[in-house]
């Protein structure tokens, strides 16, 4: 069974950090796009940083450039997304999410496969 799951949310105050860890389960993710997007409450899920496993481009929205780094481990077959300098507006759901579309881009329908979702929380 196909499955992705992210750790790694909770409370930091502004410039804190977190690490959000996002691990693939049943399927090896060597070919996959994926992404991580965030929901903010009464606001639409938005594509944070995403890129192509095999590739060598990360890609940010600008509201996080500089702040946040998407990384890789293969043999672990798990993303990451380091945040740093967060921001009370980078308060969210973060999701991970991995599909087969490419090139990568931040499109919700591009990806097939979701996790349920870790909470960041930074206050003021």
């Known amino acids: 069974q196909v499955q992705v799951v992210e750790s790694g949310g909770g409370l930091v105050q502004a410039g804190g950090s977190l690490r959000l860890s996002c691990t693939a389960f049943g399927w090896n993710i060597g070919h996959a796009t994926m992404a991580w997007f965030r929901q903010a409450p009464g606001k639409e899920r938005e594509g944070v940083s995403w890129?192509?496993?095999?590739?060598?481009?990360?890609y940010y929205a600008d509201s996080v450039k500089g702040r946040f780094t998407i990384s890789r481990d293969n043999a672990k077959n798990t993303m990451y997304l380091q945040m740093n300098s967060l921001k009370p507006e980078d308060t969210a759901m973060y999701y991970c999410a991995a599909g087969f579309t490419f090139p990568p881009r931040p499109v919700i329908a591009d990806y097939n496969y979701w996790g349920q979702g870790t909470r960041v929380t930074v206050s003021s």
């Open positions: 890129f192509t496993w095999s590739g060598s481009t990360n």
